[in-house]
């Protein structure tokens, strides 16, 4: 039986935060997700068994992503979902 499995790929906040938030206000989710996608570089990453969402955070998901975003508290970040046998 596999189980899900979240890998934190990049997560920025504050000043660092401010081209990704720009990006997704603009340009959308995708752009965004696109964008932070780039910090994949396919090496070990700290894994949990919950995404690194918050409860009022916008979560999106394309592909073997999840983009998990807050505007009012400026921070976004992207983790990279894999399946694990266990």
Known sequence: MSKKQYLQIVFMQGDDAR???A???????SAALDFLSEWDYGD????NNE???GTSDTVYKQGNYLLTYNTGLGYIGLDRVTEEEG
């Open 23 to 29: 990006i997704l206000d603009k340009q959308g989710e």
């Open 19 to 21: 081209e990704p938030l």
């Open 51 to 53: 995404p690194n969402a």
């Open 44 to 47: 070990a990453c700290p894994t």
